[in-house]
């Protein structure tokens, strides 16, 4: 029986589409995990452009940045039911010219 897996989208999907395609319900709730996410989305600035819809309701803003965000893997382990999110991207993802303007700035 296998009891970690590894799974990487062959393509950018939102964690709400993840959790519909793997095997998530078997480790936890939607619910449980959203509001452990909610945790740890606490700990992350909002970014100024965000701030209006923060300030309307907190709550519902760091549950649908949780469920928007794209991951580039994801880790269960089902002996533990544990689900581990793996999330690479950097500035260098979104930007081509990236390693060039860090570099001309050193």
């Not at 519909?20 to 992350?44: G, M, P, Y």
Request: aromatic fraction near 14%.
């Amino acid at each position: 029986m296998k009891v970690v897996t590894w799974s990487t989208p062959d393509q950018e999907s939102s964690m709400s589409t993840l959790w519909r395609q793997e095997e998530f319900k078997q480790i936890c709730s939607r619910e449980s995990l959203t509001e452990k996410a909610a945790d740890i989305e606490k700990t992350i600035a909002v970014k100024e452009y965000k701030r209006a819809r923060y300030d309307f309701d907190p709550t519902m803003f760091y549950e649908n940045r949780f469920w928007n965000r794209r991951p580039d893997g994801i880790v269960i382990n089902k002996n533990h039911r544990t689900l581990y999110i793996v999330e690479f991207k950097q500035s260098s993802d979104r930007n081509k010219d990236f390693f060039k303007g860090k570099g001309r700035k050193g």
